[in-house]
């Protein structure tokens, strides 16, 4: 119960939030690109990835398999731009890398957590801006396995926009304000729910 309404749900934004990725992603580029004779730096693949990011991520509202597999494939073309005729085949090992559960790791107080909120009766799922890889990476941890899993991908919309949040409330029967939404990133996590009338409670893993 938070503020005198019970809360019937809690989601969980995934990267950064339930999982993180083992090893870093950039040390994943830098090795991928390796395999197939392009050299570049760690560092400056880092610097990169997080432009390219920044810039393919900006003001994202729709969302679908298509649209989120070709956002990633210009992140990677952007980040190896030096080496286009590597890029498709560079995309191909990173996409498949990431949609293996074993690329991924669950940050030490997931399982406590989801146990104390299902002792409380609180339904507990997984809201994010992913593809449906999500999924099939959810699926190899037993902790996540059998949680309501939103991708983004498959609801049209991604955070922040209101409509990702309404989508899920349809989904799960359930009104805004019986919601919670937990996540590291203030805006897409905390502010959007906010604005959609959910609760919400931000979270920050680095100190």
């Known amino acids: 119960m938070m503020n005198g309404n ?5 989601l969980f934004d995934a ?26 730096s760690l560092t ?12 393919h991520f900006a003001e994202r509202t729709q969302s679908s398999e298509v649209i989120e597999r070709d956002r990633w494939r210009a992140i990677v073309a952007e980040v190896f731009h030096d080496a286009p005729k590597a890029v498709d085949a560079i995309f191909s090992d990173l996409w498949t890398h990431f949609a293996s559960p074993s690329a991924w790791r669950l940050f030490d107080d997931v399982e406590a957590c989801f146990a104390a909120l299902r002792e409380l009766g609180v339904r507990v799922g997984i809201a994010s801006n992913f593809d449906a890889r999500l999924k099939q990476v959810c699926a190899g941890h037993d902790v996540l ?3 309501d899993v939103f991708c ?5 919309f991604a955070k922040p926009h209101v409509e990702f949040f309404r989508a899920i409330e349809q989904r799960l029967q359930l009104p805004p304000s019986s919601l919670t939404m937990v996540g590291d990133d203030l805006v897409l996590d905390h502010q959007a729910a906010v604005a959609a ?6 979270l920050v893993r680095d100190g």
């Open 6 to 10: 019970i809360i019937r749900g809690a």
């Open 15 to 40: 990267v950064g939030t339930l999982i993180y990725a083992d090893p870093p992603v950039a040390n994943v580029y830098a090795e991928a690109a390796e395999q197939h004779g392009v050299q570049v």
């Open 44 to 55: 400056e693949i880092e610097q990169r990835i997080a432009s390219a990011i920044e810039q």
């Open 145 to 147: 396995s059998d949680v």
């Open 152 to 156: 983004s991908s498959e609801l049209g």
């Open 197 to 202: 009338g959910w609760r919400s409670i931000p």
